[in-house]
């Protein structure tokens, strides 16, 4: 399926403490059905989710895609280089950028429902998010904890020399996480690499990490939530899915795991979703879903 022509433009979204996000904007808040925000995953730029937010948008929805600060397009000139001395962590991302993010959908739709789509990180941290309870729904794809010995069983040794070895030196040594020289993630902040290692350490990721108080937080989510999962996913194992879901305890789960035959596919992975490929095979499932809660009248 190919999209129509869809407007699309970059905007500034300006958070609480006055840094200014990248954004981009896709469709027509006056005459949508709902706002779609697109939340990312570690490391990847805005500009990766452009051709599934624009599909979107030809649905009906006025959808906004953003880069984390220090990320993409949201990187300060002066950091392009590098990013030591950056100051933020996932804690930042998701209580200072994604307020904003969801601010500005907001003012743009009024009443109309605000739903998220988010993609591997971008669907743990809804329950960290203080003003999360303007989200109607949310979909996740690829989306679970980053417990490393839960992490698909080929990855392990892997993960064990990242979080051991190569993220802690290389963190200490540059500054930063410069993952684009090492083809690891990209580059991170050192605040971030340093926070989601010490939650890709506990059993229970970031809600082990960060405290009771943040793990009541996302017990009391009510928000739906479809997830999509796949059983190629290099990251990601069933456990790792299941695990990160379920500290949403209260929130209604639609748990669907896709293997790449179900869709006549050799492979999807943690990335797949996404592509262009997929335009007719995968994006309706959370098109389809994402309907269900585009007429609401109330927002929850």
Not at 77 to 88: H, I, K, N, T
Not at 172 to 188: Q, S
């Amino acid at each position: 399926m190919e999209a129509g022509p869809i407007a699309n433009h970059p905007a500034t979204i300006t958070t609480v403490d006055g840094f200014d996000l990248a954004g981009e904007i896709y469709g027509d808040a006056a005459n949508c059905r709902a706002g779609v925000l697109v939340v990312g995953a570690m490391g990847v730029e805005q500009q990766y989710y452009g051709a599934f937010a624009r599909w979107l948008a030809s649905q009906g929805y006025f959808v906004v895609t953003f880069d984390y600060r220090g990320m993409g397009d949201s990187r300060p000139m002066r950091y392009r280089e590098s990013l030591r001395g950056f100051d933020a962590d996932v804690t930042t991302w998701a209580t200072r950028d994604v307020p904003a993010a969801v601010d500005f959908v907001a003012q743009r739709i009024g009443a109309k429902p605000l739903l998220w789509l988010g993609h591997s990180q971008g669907g743990q941290i809804l329950g960290q998010v203080p003003n999360r309870e303007r989200v109607t729904a949310m979909v996740t794809v690829a989306t679970g904890s980053g417990y490393w010995l839960q992490n698909a069983w080929h990855l392990r040794l892997l993960a064990w020399w990242l979080w051991f070895v190569v993220a802690p030196i290389a963190t200490r040594v540059a500054g930063y996480f410069p993952g684009r020289r090492l083809k690891k993630v990209g580059d991170l902040p050192a605040g971030v690499m340093q926070q989601w290692r010490a939650w890709c350490l506990d059993r229970d990721y970031c809600v082990g990490a960060l405290g009771n108080e943040v793990r009541a937080q996302y017990a009391r989510v009510t928000t739906p939530i479809l997830s999509l999962s796949f059983t190629d996913d290099e990251f990601m194992s069933r456990t790792n899915t299941e695990s990160m879901h379920g500290f949403y305890a209260a929130a209604p789960r639609e748990m669907r795991r896709i293997a790449p035959r179900d869709i006549g596919a050799r492979r999807i992975g943690h990335f797949g979703f996404f592509s262009r490929r997929y335009s007719e095979r995968l994006w309706p499932q959370a098109g389809a879903w994402l309907d269900r809660f585009a007429h609401s009248s109330e927002t929850t």
